[in-house]
């Protein structure tokens, strides 16, 4: 009669045991595993790849086992799980000339991340550390002591860390800003200064376009200026907007490089009306990681923003593209696609470039690559440099020598056109100039003319990639 009753016991504790034997043989060390994953993920992406300034030789090896963890991840990189990429490339484009051009490649052969020609690559860029350091002098804080940061899930982690990586330093304040920067001024002319800037009056518009708009000052100029305005630096952090990604058109193509990604970008540099120098955020930083001689390369987290700025579907179809300056970069990707065809035997359509920048022996990027497309018959190309005469030229004194071929490529023969750079000035002239074509060569009224174009837009046939 004993062995039934114990039997039955047996059975009745069976899933009980099985479950209890389960979550401490697989699912406990599981949960270990992946706990220990996402905190030197978080360690290592959260300053510099480590939380803590003494962690220098760790955060090398907290990077390896991200990367190693990320290759058999199956959640895609996006802008909340961007991936660490290595610099495998850093170098200067320009030839001379006081200003600098980086072309920088990531590589992405361990993200399981595609592209294609025309995309963006999101670059999370971290914080100049000397304005860091001044921040903290300027509120009398230590930097090493925690702060909670309730736009990151009440994520506790130090100032440094917060200053470096989740807040914009470098942002104009705003009326906003400056308005709430005000109740901690001990000064009351310091007060009153910046409540008048905060305000809608003619008086106040015209002070906040002098002292922030004209002068371009961060929030480290604002306390170094106006020294009586003290607020604490938890109250700073939670009044800055947060460091967003910078955005940069790829200029490479999948066919020739799937596993890296290439970025042309302008080092932002400029003195500005105060007398102080005013630097990109992501550029700058960029700038000073460049792999080093047996050094492990430098990392930056990025992920991929996919765009409408795309080649035809038939190599076949003609395109013209215009592009100054690192608006070049989308069309290097397109080149390289089509390079790519014709190599391969396919036939490919007239593909017309406009180029422009300042000095052919300075800034003439890629000038090699482009010269070899011309060569090889794959290119007609078309150069603007603006300051190596007495009179200016620009990419649109000579795409309006050529309004005929903008009507055929665009009227007669189904083709593509592409604008990539300056929005506010070269964007708007080379639409004037299309539109003249359309009505001088294509014979069209001016309504009919802006009815044509605005249908090439919505039919991708007309693409703009610009900025201001």
């Given at each position: 009669m004993?062995?039934?009753?114990?039997?039955g016991?047996?059975i009745?504790?069976?899933?009980?045991?099985?479950?209890?034997?389960?979550?401490r043989?697989?699912?406990?060390?599981?949960?270990?595993?992946?706990?220990?994953?996402?905190?030197?993920?978080?360690?290592?992406?959260?300053?510099n790849?480590c939380?803590n300034?003494?962690?220098?030789?760790?955060?090398?090896?907290?990077?390896q086992?991200?990367?190693?963890?990320?290759?058999?991840?199956?959640?895609?990189?996006?802008?909340?799980n961007?991936?660490?990429?290595?610099?495998i490339?850093n170098?200067e484009?320009?030839?001379?000339?006081?200003?600098s051009?980086?072309?920088v490649?990531?590589?992405?052969?361990?993200?399981k991340?595609?592209?294609?020609?025309?995309?963006?690559?999101?670059v999370?860029?971290?914080?100049?550390?000397?304005?860091?350091?001044r921040?903290?002098e300027?509120?009398?804080?230590?930097?090493?002591?925690?702060?909670?940061?309730?736009?990151k899930?009440?994520?506790i982690t130090?100032?440094?860390?917060?200053l470096?990586?989740?807040?914009?330093?470098?942002?104009?304040?705003?009326?906003?800003?400056?308005?709430k920067?005000?109740?901690y001024?001990s000064n009351?002319?310091?007060?009153?200064?910046?409540?008048l800037?905060?305000?809608?009056?003619?008086?106040?518009?015209?002070?906040?376009?002098?002292?922030?708009?004209?002068?371009s000052p961060n929030i480290?100029?604002?306390?170094?200026?106006i020294k009586s305005?003290?607020?604490?630096?938890?109250?700073?952090?939670?009044?800055?907007?947060?460091?967003?990604?910078?955005?940069y058109?790829?200029?490479?193509?999948?066919k020739?490089?799937?596993?890296?990604?290439?970025?042309?970008?302008?080092?932002?540099?400029?003195?500005?009306?105060?007398?102080?120098v005013?630097?990109?955020?992501?550029?700058?930083?960029l700038?000073?990681?460049?792999?080093?001689k047996?050094?492990?390369?430098?990392r930056?987290?990025?992920?991929?923003?996919?765009?409408?700025?795309?080649?035809?579907q038939?190599?076949?179809?003609?395109?013209?593209?215009?592009?100054?300056?690192?608006?070049?970069?989308?069309?290097?990707?397109?080149?390289?696609?089509?390079a790519?065809?014709?190599?391969?035997?396919?036939?490919?359509?007239?593909?017309?470039?406009?180029?422009?920048?300042?000095?052919?022996?300075?800034?003439?990027?890629?000038?090699?690559?482009l010269e070899?497309?011309?060569?090889?018959?794959?290119?007609?190309?078309?150069?603007?440099?603006?300051?190596?005469?007495?009179?200016?030229?620009?990419?649109?004194?000579?795409l309006?020598?050529?309004?005929?071929?903008?009507?055929?490529v665009?009227?007669n023969?189904?083709?593509?056109?592409?604008?990539?750079?300056?929005?506010?000035?070269?964007?708007v002239?080379?639409r004037?100039?299309?539109?003249k074509?359309?009505?001088?060569?294509?014979?069209?009224?001016?309504?009919?003319?802006?009815k044509l174009?605005n249908?090439?837009?919505?039919?991708?046939k007309?693409?703009?990639d610009?900025?201001?």
């Amino acid at each position: 009669m004993d062995a039934p009753r114990n039997m039955g016991t047996i059975i009745r504790t069976l899933p009980h045991y099985l479950s209890n034997l389960i979550n401490r043989r697989i699912e406990a060390p599981l949960r270990k595993l992946e706990n220990k994953v996402f905190y030197f993920n978080k360690r290592s992406y959260d300053d510099n790849y480590c939380h803590n300034d003494e962690h220098s030789n760790s955060c090398i090896d907290a990077c390896q086992i991200c990367v190693t963890w990320d290759k058999n991840c199956t959640r895609p990189f996006d802008a909340n799980n961007p991936f660490l990429a290595q610099i495998i490339t850093n170098k200067e484009l320009h030839k001379g000339g006081n200003r600098s051009c980086l072309h920088v490649e990531f590589d992405i052969s361990d993200s399981k991340m595609e592209y294609e020609a025309g995309d963006y690559v999101a670059v999370y860029p971290k914080n100049n550390s000397r304005l860091v350091e001044r921040l903290g002098e300027l509120t009398n804080t230590d930097l090493s002591k925690g702060i909670t940061l309730a736009n990151k899930g009440n994520q506790i982690t130090s100032y440094r860390t917060a200053l470096s990586h989740y807040i914009e330093i470098t942002a104009l304040p705003s009326t906003d800003v400056i308005r709430k920067l005000a109740e901690y001024c001990s000064n009351e002319s310091d007060k009153n200064k910046m409540l008048l800037m905060a305000t809608n009056s003619k008086e106040g518009k015209t002070l906040y376009k002098s002292f922030v708009e004209e002068a371009s000052p961060n929030i480290v100029h604002i306390l170094e200026d106006i020294k009586s305005c003290r607020p604490p630096l938890n109250h700073i952090c939670s009044l800055l907007p947060h460091l967003q990604p910078r955005y940069y058109s790829i200029s490479s193509s999948p066919k020739l490089f799937p596993e890296s990604v290439h970025v042309t970008a302008v080092v932002v540099k400029y003195k500005t009306k105060s007398g102080r120098v005013k630097q990109g955020v992501a550029t700058t930083w960029l700038a000073g990681n460049k792999p080093q001689k047996g050094e492990p390369l430098p990392r930056v987290p990025i992920y991929i923003r996919k765009s409408e700025f795309r080649l035809p579907q038939s190599m076949q179809t003609p395109i013209i593209m215009v592009g100054t300056g690192t608006g070049l970069a989308p069309f290097r990707g397109f080149l390289q696609e089509r390079a790519h065809a014709q190599r391969n035997g396919n036939e490919v359509g007239d593909t017309i470039l406009y180029f422009g920048c300042r000095h052919r022996h300075q800034d003439f990027i890629y000038q090699e690559e482009l010269e070899e497309y011309e060569k090889s018959g794959l290119l007609k190309l078309n150069l603007a440099f603006s300051r190596d005469q007495a009179d200016k030229v620009y990419v649109t004194h000579l795409l309006e020598q050529n309004l005929e071929q903008i009507w055929n490529v665009l009227g007669n023969r189904n083709g593509h056109f592409y604008v990539c750079g300056d929005a506010n000035n070269m964007a708007v002239n080379v639409r004037d100039i299309v539109l003249k074509s359309i009505r001088e060569i294509g014979g069209k009224s001016h309504q009919d003319a802006v009815k044509l174009l605005n249908n090439l837009k919505s039919t991708k046939k007309y693409c703009s990639d610009t900025w201001s």
